[in-house]
């Protein structure tokens, strides 16, 4: 079926340190969003990347698209305690409407 | 305050039980998303509603069903529940039904099946 491959599970940084989660797919991309769920929390959307090889900034967090839409990067500059939960990219593939998750990424930070 | 309510919070039931999971979306969003997530697991896509009409569906059990209503609410019918059937279920609501637009979600209802 279609999947979304999300890359690492896990990542256990020291507070300062970056962070940078990977989505890929086999199959092109429509446009690919990128969510946080807060331990015990819902998923909240941070951004929506849309064409090819676009990169937003949110403060300390850089989204990247790839140039054949297959895959995508979150990294964050400096991490936070208030980084801490799991990352996930979504995307829908082409002619779908299914938003398929990617497995997510869980980040941890050290004080 | 996502501004999407999901009733109940909290459910406790035995195994061969049916339960219904209520969802009500933002205020003027015509698209409701039903999602899976196992403990400590992604989120399994299950099924879209838009306006009424299923417009996606996932791997959705045969056991699950759901509609939503002329109102705009969803409701997620689980049936013969089976112990791996606790998880967490999120509805989300998005203004669009098509392959754009971000999702909010509730703050889910955690089914536990003993």
């Known amino acids: 079926g279609q999947q979304v491959m999300q890359i690492p599970q896990y990542q256990h940084v020291q507070e300062g340190e970056d962070f940078t989660t990977y989505c890929n797919s086999s199959?092109?991309?429509?446009?690919i969003q990128w969510y946080k769920q807060r331990p015990g929390g819902h998923p909240v959307f941070l951004i929506q990347l849309v064409k090819s090889g676009e990169v937003k900034k949110q403060k300390r967090l850089t989204f990247q698209f790839g140039e054949a839409k297959k895959n995508s990067s979150l990294h964050i500059t400096a991490t936070q305690t208030t980084d801490v939960g799991t990352y996930f990219c979504a995307a829908r593939m082409d002619s779908s409407y299914k938003l398929i998750f990617g497995s997510g990424t869980r980040l941890l930070v050290r004080p | 305050d996502s501004g999407v309510t999901q009733t109940p919070k909290h459910l406790i039931t035995a195994t061969g039980q049916r339960v219904t999971l209520r969802c009500s979306p933002r205020s003027g969003d015509l698209s409701v998303y039903w999602y899976q997530q196992s403990l400590d697991q992604g989120l399994q896509f299950l099924i879209q509603y838009y306006n009424g009409e299923e417009r996606a569906k996932g791997n959705i059990l045969e056991r699950f069903s759901a509609q939503q209503f002329p109102d705009l609410h969803s409701e997620l019918n689980l049936s013969s529940l089976e112990l791996g059937d606790s998880a967490l279920y999120f509805c989300?609501?998005?203004?669009?039904?098509?392959?754009?637009?971000?999702?909010?979600f509730g703050e889910g209802s955690r089914l536990t099946v003993l």
């Open positions: 989300a609501s998005s203004a669009y039904g098509t392959d754009t637009g971000e999702l909010f």
């Open positions: 199959t092109t991309l429509s446009n």
